[in-house]
């Protein structure tokens, strides 16, 4: 099978971002996704170009157009947010996103009336009904197919780093699972999700995929949903590692982030450089550490098996990626991952409320609530 690949303006950008609907008044979810897809369709179209369904009812996602920059990314999603919440406010209806919702159950949610999605549960179905998360996807230009490959192998060695600095799902059904993560760990149980395979050759993903058709495992190539993938028809390389993010400040950061590594790793490809990878074993124990510990996970850094705190070659991260953060205009929006890692990701602010409140997961949802319209990092 022959994957075409439609090449991109090198490091263009462009995000996604689930968010989840929820009643004011008692914080649980609520299914009125559709109500409000047909409240922002334009006239005469079939859905908005910026707010999209998903697989559950309680769920839209706001998607950016292909951006230069970052701040033209945020602007982006900052005004499809403001046409949402202006159809929300009148419902009692407000948004929040992160990895999971703290205490609404999965078996109470309702699933979209679209033919895909009914398969994916037909075909799923205890673990597919799970799927009660969300995430950011972020996706950064290739101009040239050869690059797709290479770099999603070097992207793998950040997984662990932005996935502790997005994780937002430490509690799923009213229970603290001890993670930072859990949503990591829910979505690979589907049969594409979770980490890639490490192709070495574009003929070798092509194969791959093939099979995949053959043996009716997937009807497009949208439905493999690995954490890092690419996207031929965008002509982008996706990256799908983290949870939710409860503020535009770090939507912001964590794009500004990817699409720096991104726009590093294909200058040094154009420069005839072989990027570093690391073994597969690696890659997924590290994804383990990373959802299990956040920004306390002691990753794997090289095949020869050095480690170090994650936090640590982040800082060192960011200072190396400062030259490429200028020529991208996206310097403020890196220095906010700086944010992140001193007031804390998600997963350890939403911890902090439980506790200030005695427990409360309602405190929670409120405080996501709040973070969302705030649209920055809480600076206590």
Known sequence: MKIDFTPSRRSTVGAEWELALVDRRTGELSSVAEQVLDAVRPGGEEEHPKIKQELLLNTIEVISGICDTIAEVKADLNESLDVVHSVLDPLGVELFSAGSHPFSTWYQQKVTDKERYAKLIDRTQWWGRQMLIYGVHVHVGLDHRDKALPILDALLNYAPHL?????????????????????????????????????????ELESYVDDMFTTGVIDHFSEIRWDVRPAPHFGTIEMRVCDGLP???????????????????????????ILPTLPPWHVQENKWRAARYGVDAIVILDAAGNERLVTED??????????????????????????????????????????QYNGSLRAVVASLISEMREGTIPRP
């Open 163 to 203: 996935q502790a600095l997005s994780a937002s799902s430490p509690y799923w059904g009213a229970e603290d699972t001890g993670y930072a993560s859990n949503r990591a760990l829910m979505f690979q149980q589907l049969p594409t999700a979770g980490l890639p395979f490490q192709f070495r050759k574009w003929e």
């Open 247 to 273: 503020t535009l400040e770090e939507v912001g950061a964590i794009s500004a982030l990817t699409q720096c590594l991104v726009d590093d790793f294909s200058a040094r490809l154009d420069d005839g450089e």
């Open 314 to 355: 982040t800082f060192d991260l960011l200072d190396r990626l400062e030259p490429v953060a200028q020529r991208l205009d996206c310097a403020d929006e890196l220095r906010s991952v700086e944010t992140i890692l001193r007031y804390g990701p998600s997963y350890l602010r939403q911890r902090a409320v439980a506790k």
